[in-house]
């Protein structure tokens, strides 16, 4: 592993603490549906699994006093997302091998982000690019995703980059784009230095098309509740 990654690892806090299993996450923050669309305010719940790889992401939000809900589904290396309005008008609704390298991808991200004790896996190949730089290669059941790790002179973990995840607005059409989220102000929760404040960009030829803003509320580990 990594000299820039071990000394992530130090830095939240994780040795010595016990194996992640699961992880429960709470957000609220606001999402833009689109780059010419206004942001709507939101608030998300997730569930992650790290034995067998598995996501599932319930997100809420109101636009114009309308519900919307949706939630992104992974299990066994693959995914899907479903977005209705009010509950009935289907606004998103995806599945297939685009989806399933995108949301794999996405269960990396958490497992650095969120869950960076999980980072201690034999499905992960690691390169140093320089000292404060890594690639990583993340293989679940054969779907392989790879992304670039930054971290700052402190130790802590502050962008993730990745071209292996495509842009999908409906789960009908994929765009191939970079993909990052840079992240910062780290605090203490539940016994680990975690960042509170994150932000998920598309990379387009165009611009620039940061589509969330998300701040974490609650990180819970090893839930007894969670199965």
């Keep these: 592993m990594p000299e820039s990654v071990q000394k992530y690892l130090a830095y939240v806090g994780v040795i010595g603490k016990e194996k992640v299993k699961n992880v429960r996450v709470v957000c609220d923050g606001d999402f833009k549906l689109d780059p010419g669309k206004d942001w709507v305010k939101i608030s998300s719940q997730q569930y992650n699994f790290f034995d067998d790889p598995a996501r599932f992401y319930f997100i809420q939000a109101n636009m114009f006093g309308v519900p919307v809900i949706g939630l992104h589904s992974y299990t066994d290396a693959k995914a899907s997302m479903l977005i209705k309005l009010a509950g009935l008008i289907t606004v998103a609704d995806g599945r297939g091998p685009e989806m399933n390298r995108a949301e794999t991808v996405t269960v990396f991200n958490d497992m650095c982000l969120l ?4 980072l201690i896996d034999q499905r992960i190949q690691w390169e140093t690019i320089d000292s404060q730089t890594v690639k990583a290669t993340f293989d679940n059941n054969g779907s392989k995703i790879s992304a670039l790790l930054y971290f700052n002179d402190k130790g802590e973990l502050i962008n993730f980059v990745s071209d292996d995840r495509s842009y999908s607005p409906t789960g009908k059409t994929f765009q191939q784009a970079s993909w990052s989220t840079p992240v910062k102000d780290y605090k203490e929760i539940n016994g680990l230095k975690l960042p509170t404040y994150g932000e998920a960009i598309w990379h387009f030829p165009e611009g620039d098309y940061c589509y969330a803003r ?8 090893n839930s007894e509740g969670i199965k």
């Design 115 to 118: 869950a960076p004790a999980s």
């Design 214 to 221: 998300l701040n974490i509320r609650e990180v819970e580990y």
